[in-house]
């Protein structure tokens, strides 16, 4: 019953260098996300696969990329990571396009930029 | 305006008590509603959805007002268990469904 499946779990980076974060579910959902969780606010979209094949940005994608390998994984890159990007990073998936079925999250990533 | 506004708490009460919290949203066209559970450093937990004509999950019971535009969560009986932050989670209305996270109410249940 693994759900889906975030690594790594703690990530700290100095401004600049990149890294990417995966994600796995094994629940054959057709939908992904990643998801940016910050202090008072409310979780945020960065990018978002509605289908294997396609991705599509969110409401903040400036900074990152991401990539829908297959149907079960999919994978958020930053390039060239900032302090602003310091947050706690949120992979979940749903059967399909989100605001019709619930939302399945990973444990996290907590990301440190310095 | 925010899109989807909570009243961020806390909301300190004691162990078996009610409490209620209030969610409001800006867009009428907003067709799916739920409430979300998290738990401090964890990841966000599906508590229920929120079914036009209410709904009710043992101690827990959901209603959304349309006219009004808010969605509401009543907690009976509260546990020690329940202490979470409670997300409202509204689509959007537009064709691409996504939804609007509120930033969550902090509930504590004191024994």
């Known amino acids: 019953n693994a759900g889906v499946t975030q690594t790594p779990k703690f990530q700290v980076l100095k401004t600049g260098q990149s890294m990417t974060l995966q994600c796995a579910q094994d629940?054959?959902?057709?939908?992904m996300y990643w998801y940016r969780q910050d202090p008072g606010m409310g979780l945020r979209l960065i990018y978002y696969?509605?289908?294997?094949?396609?991705?599509d940005k969110g409401e903040v994608p400036n900074g990152y990329n991401v990539s829908r390998l297959n149907k079960r994984e999919f994978s958020l890159r930053l390039e060239s990571a900032a302090p602003s990007q310091t947050s706690v990073y949120f992979c979940?998936?749903?059967?399909?396009?989100?605001?019709?079925?619930?939302?399945?999250f990973g444990n996290g990533t907590r990301l440190t930029v310095t | 305006r925010k899109e989807v506004e909570q009243d961020p708490g806390p909301f300190n009460v004691p162990e078996g008590a009610t409490v209620a919290f209030n969610c409001t949203y800006s867009?009428?066209?907003?067709?799916?509603f739920f409430w979300y559970r998290q738990d401090c450093r964890k990841e966000p937990k599906l508590l229920m959805s929120?079914?036009?004509?209410?709904n009710e999950d043992g101690r827990f019971t959901a209603q959304l007002n349309r006219a009004s535009q808010y969605i509401s969560l009543l907690i009976r009986d509260s546990k020690l268990s329940d202490s979470a932050t409670y997300l409202c989670?509204?689509?959007?209305?537009?064709?691409?469904?996504?939804?609007?996270w509120g930033a969550g109410t902090k509930l504590i249940i004191k024994p």
């Open positions: 989670v509204v689509n959007n209305g537009d064709s691409n469904y996504q939804l609007i």
């Open positions: 629940m054959n959902h057709n939908s």
């Open positions: 867009n009428s066209a907003s067709q799916s």
């Open positions: 929120v079914y036009s004509s209410g």
């Open positions: 696969s509605a289908s294997e094949g396609t991705t």
């Open positions: 979940a998936s749903s059967a399909d396009r989100g605001g019709r079925s619930p939302l399945h």
